[in-house]
Nanobody
Framework: QVQLAESGGGSVQAGGSLRLSCVAS????????MGWFRQAPGKEREGVARIYTGGDSTYYADSVKGRFTISQDNAKNAVYLQMNSLKPDDTAMYYCASDIRVANTGSWFADYWGQGTQVTVSS
């Protein structure tokens, strides 16, 4: 059974930084897209960043390009999200996800989810 455990959320002022971590376990194959989604109150869940564990291909939502960086440590089965220049609009529950796919519409989907970690950015 695939399990994803996030950590690193918290509260920060606008312009600050946070680093989220996600450790995965229970996989039967190594190559997949892992990444992060977020959901703000009253809004739909949206894909933020994803990375291919079989290489280093990365993809970002337009709203976070240039501010967020996704990285991985395959030896630890871990994925990280470095978030810089945070804005109040970044306030959301952030979810680690695995086996991420992109629909023809451009929407992201995932087969496995973590429990989520809250990120709050104050102005």
């Amino acid at each position: 059974q695939v399990q994803l455990a996030e950590s690193g959320g918290g509260s920060v002022q606008a312009g600050g930084s946070l680093r989220l971590s996600c450790v995965a376990s229970g996989y039967t194959r190594n190559r997949r897209f892992m990444g992060w989604f977020r959901q703000a109150p009253g809004k739909e869940r949206e894909g933020v960043a994803r990375i291919y564990t079989g290489g280093d291909s990365t993809y970002y939502a337009d709203s976070v390009k240039g501010r967020f960086t996704i990285s991985q440590d395959n030896a630890k089965n871990a994925v990280y999200l470095q978030m810089n220049s945070l804005k109040p609009d970044d306030t959301a529950m952030y979810y680690c996800a695995s086996d991420i796919r992109v629909a023809n519409t451009g929407s992201w989907f995932a087969d496995y989810w973590g429990q989520g970690t809250q990120v709050t950015v104050s102005s």
